[in-house]
């Protein structure tokens, strides 16, 4: 089993320009999320998922847009990227879902290194 | 203020030591605590998780959840440079599994 795989592993952008970082789980993981990491900040939820076309929104998502049309893949896109996008983030997934309640005991991938210029 | 507080650190301790590492937290409601490890350059990873209040062991780590202090901590006994790492605890409310809420991490390390 790969586990969570994100890709790519680091990228350097323009102020302005969009991409997208791609994230794969080969668990049948029902939850995925989206982190950033940030010195001082610690790991902030930008989006989630409970199942393929489902979607929802963290603690800091602007600026930024996923979908979920498998329950494998869910990717992360920057509409346009700014100084302030600058981090490290991470995908995360788990057995878990909404509809029952306990821990949601996420595995990680290995992270995405943005900068942005 | 931050529904959870981590000291950062860095954390520096000799090989052996026992190492104490604290969260505090605000929301009364969270029921679920968890500790991940994280690596340099990589993905945070579960270490250990309680439900409530109360010890859960595992090897050399010890977990301690205090509801009425609102702390908790991660104990390592006999520590290895192995053990150099960020330790992030993280939490979840009752009811509300997709809240989980990070500390900021402390950074230790274990020197040989």
């Known amino acids: 089993n790969a586990g969570v795989t994100q890709t790519p592993k680091f990228q350097v952008l323009k102020t302005g320009q969009s991409m997208t970082l791609q994230c794969a789980q080969d668990m049948n993981h029902e939850y995925m999320s989206w982190y950033r990491q940030d010195p001082g900040m610690g790991l902030r939820l930008i989006h989630y998922s409970v199942g393929a076309g489902i979607t929802d929104q963290g603690e800091v998502p ?13 990717p992360l896109r920057l509409l346009s990227a700014a100084p302030s996008q600058t981090s490290v983030y991470f995908c ?11 821990a949601n005991v996420l595995t990680f991938g290995a992270g995405s290194r943005l900068t942005v210029l | 203020q931050k529904e959870v507080e981590q000291d950062p650190g860095p954390l520096s301790v000799p090989e052996g030591a026992i190492v104490s ?18 690596y340099s350059r990589k993905g945070p990873e579960l270490l250990m998780y309680t439900y409530s209040s109360g010890n859960k062991e595992d090897g050399r780590f010890t977990a301690q959840v205090d509801k009425s202090s609102k702390y908790i901590s991660l104990f390592i006994r006999d520590s290895q440079p192995s053990d150099s ?7 979840i409310p009752e009811g509300a599994t997709n809240k989980l809420i990070f500390g900021t991490g402390t950074l230790l390390a274990v020197q040989p």
């Open chain 1, 62 to 74: 602007n600026g930024y847009n996923v979908s979920r049309s498998t329950t494998e893949d869910f």
């Open chain 1, 92 to 102: 995360a997934s788990s057995y878990f879902s909404w509809r029952g309640s306990g």
């Open chain 2, 21 to 38: 590492l604290n969260c505090t937290y605000s929301n009364s409601a969270f029921q679920y605590f968890m500790w991940y490890r994280q």
């Open chain 2, 85 to 91: 790492a960020t330790y992030l605890c993280a939490m």
